[in-house]
């Protein structure tokens, strides 16, 4: 486990350049997850480091294969400077320890809701994990064991939540999309969705 977090932190640090700050959190009977934080003009990026150490397991499986399954971390983007969205760490440790918690399998389209604003005043309670590939590129670990993916959270508010569990992630996305919406803004509105 040790030796394929190192390889993640050095794609990680390949990818945002150096951390500027790390903060760990630990729960009972999980790995340590650590959330790194990367600057990069006003833009500040937070990315987990432990979820990947082992693979997650489809909780209908009686056993946990311990070499293979989907590995990956989670990354989340916003603009610097706007809210005080360095309370994330917890809250994004507590969505990547889910998959040892709860025995989730974190996959591109899934919702991740921790019932809770992301940090205070935020207007996101939930995050739609998005497609790995774009800003961190997969990192390939030796056979017979899965990449590690390295999936963007994109902030819900909880009427955008609602709606793309009815609708789903892709039409939710594309609505985004159809009105521009920044969705690196810490402050921003739902999206219309009438």
């Known amino acids: 486990m040790a030796e394929i977090l190192a390889l993640v932190e050095a794609r990680l640090r390949s990818a945002l350049g150096e951390p500027d700050a790390r903060a760990d959190v630990t729960f009972l009977g999980t790995d340590r997850i650590e959330v790194l934080r990367f600057l990069d003009g006003d833009v500040v990026r937070y990315a987990t480091l432990g979820m990947a150490g082992q693979p997650m397991a489809d909780p209908t499986s009686p056993l946990a294969d311990p070499v293979k399954g989907p590995r990956a971390e989670l990354i989340l983007s916003v603009r610097g400077g706007l809210a005080d969205t360095d309370q994330v760490l917890r809250p994004l440790a507590v969505l990547a320890a889910?998959?040892?918690?709860?025995?989730?399998v974190v996959a591109p389209g899934a919702s991740l809701d921790l019932g809770e604003p992301l940090w205070t005043g935020a207007p996101f309670t939930s995050v739609l994990v998005a497609e790995s590939g774009g800003l961190v590129e997969d990192l390939e670990l030796d056979a017979p064991?899965?990449?590690?993916?390295?999936?963007?959270?994109?902030?819900?508010?909880?009427?955008?939540?609602?709606?793309?569990?009815?609708?789903?992630?892709?039409?939710?996305?594309?609505?985004?999309?159809?009105?521009?919406?920044?969705?690196?803004?810490?402050?921003?509105?739902?999206?219309?969705?009438?």
């Open 98 to 104: 889910s998959p040892q918690v709860e025995g989730l």
């Open 145 to 194: 064991m899965d990449p590690v993916r390295f999936l963007p959270l994109l902030p819900m508010t909880p009427n955008e939540a609602a709606w793309k569990r009815v609708r789903g992630a892709q039409e939710l996305q594309e609505r985004w999309l159809t009105h521009g919406t920044d969705l690196r803004d810490p402050l921003r509105t739902s999206v219309p969705l009438d």
